[in-house]
């Protein structure tokens, strides 16, 4: 079969597996996987959405984080070396990593991103579509 379910006990959730290519002469497949394709698109798209979002807000936090921090270097000497100020160095990098990373995906169409971006919008995919074939039955 094209698509197979695999149940997981973590969280009573179901992982789908697709094959990469499907059989051409099997419209059933083809179909299955144009469908998949589509809804990732639409991931794509909502995770686009939803990471611009979250990402002003962020902006915002790092912002405060970064005047917060150079305040209390100014006012406190051991402030430099402690476990605070490393902490919000590695979140002020990480976050900033992130954004540059998120950038890219956010100047880029769907078909357009590497495989392993797109696979990460296809789990979502095969969920929803997964979802639609049981709510049919």
Not at 116 to 121: A, G, L, T
């Amino acid at each position: 079969m094209y698509i197979q379910n695999e149940n997981t006990t973590k969280n009573s959730t179901f992982v789908s597996k697709i094959n990469p290519k499907p059989d051409p002469k099997n419209e059933t497949e083809v179909k299955a996987y144009q469908t998949i394709e589509r809804l990732a698109a639409i991931e794509h798209d909502q995770w686009h959405f939803w990471s611009q979002s979250i990402s002003r807000d962020l902006n915002e936090m790092i912002a405060a984080v970064n005047v917060m921090n150079a305040m209390l270097l100014k006012s406190d000497k051991d402030y430099a070396g402690s476990k605070v100020n490393k902490n919000a160095k590695k979140l002020i990098e990480k976050h900033n990593e992130r954004y540059e990373r998120w950038q890219t995906q956010w100047n880029s169409a769907y078909t357009q991103l590497p495989e392993e971006v797109k696979e990460s919008d296809r789990v979502w995919a095969k969920k929803a579509y997964m979802a639609t074939k049981e709510g049919s039955k």
